[in-house]
Nanobody, 114 residues
Framework: QVQLVESGGGLVQAGGSLRLSCAAS????????MGWYRQAPGKQRELVAI??????NYADSVNGRFTISRDIHRNTVALEMNSLKPEDTAVYYC?????????WGQGTQVTVSS
């Protein structure tokens, strides 16, 4: 079992920046990818950014504003969010994939005020 713990959410004004961090712990064998998803009220959970050994991908809505960084050896992933917009307001979830298993963090709230 893998546990994911997020930190770094909060309230920020439009145009501001936030950094989210996530650390994996537990019975880790080989995590193949780590990333971030978000879910706004009344909407489905959506991919924000993901980093694997093959590629790093971003949602079109955050490309150029957000940067994902992953430390494979420490099993951590961070999301640097710049030029935040009110529409970025959501609960952000850390995600890790290990074989056929998918793990989720508890989520951290990001609120961007206009």
């Amino acid at each position: 079992q893998v546990q994911l713990v997020e930190s770094g959410g909060g309230l920020v004004q439009a145009g501001g920046s936030l950094r989210l961090s996530c650390a994996a712990s537990g019975s880790i064998y080989s995590i193949s990818a780590m990333g971030w998803y978000r879910q706004a009220p009344g909407k489905q959970r959506e991919l924000v950014a993901i980093s694997s050994s093959r590629a790093t991908n971003y949602a079109d809505s955050v490309n150029g504003r957000f940067t994902i960084s992953r430390d494979i050896h420490r099993n951590t992933v961070a999301l640097e969010m710049n030029s935040l917009k009110p529409e970025d307001t959501a609960v952000y979830y850390c995600n890790a994939e290990e074989g056929s298993w998918v793990y989720w963090g508890q989520g951290t709230q990001v609120t961007v005020s206009s």
